[in-house]
């Protein structure tokens, strides 16, 4: 059996992370990991709201406006990620 992955210290991607469910991975995410960072992209449609993410601190978190059918925005989200 494979042993679990490790996010620590990590730089994640998450795409569509404004949005309900992804705002909320997000929160669990940084709870669970305290030495990860994570990069949202998002294009903050009709779904997508940067309130979602409030609380979580600009230190831990790198928020893109981008949509993920964009090939040069999501090369530059993932510049970095693990």
């Given at each position: 059996m494979a042993e679990p992955l490790s996010l620590a210290g990590s730089r994640v991607l998450v795409?569509?992370?404004a949005g309900f469910i992804g705002s909320?991975?997000?929160h669990r995410l940084?709870?669970?990991?305290p030495d990860a960072h994570v990069v949202?992209?998002?294009?903050?449609?009709?779904?997508?709201r940067r309130?979602?993410?409030e609380g979580v601190p600009a230190h831990r978190m790198t928020f893109l406006?981008?949509?993920i059918r964009d090939p040069q925005a999501v090369?530059?989200?993932?510049a970095g990620c693990d």
């Open positions: 795409t569509g992370g909320n991975f997000v940084l709870a669970a990991v949202v992209l998002d294009a903050l449609t009709y779904a997508g309130e979602n993410l406006h981008g949509d090369a530059a989200a993932m």
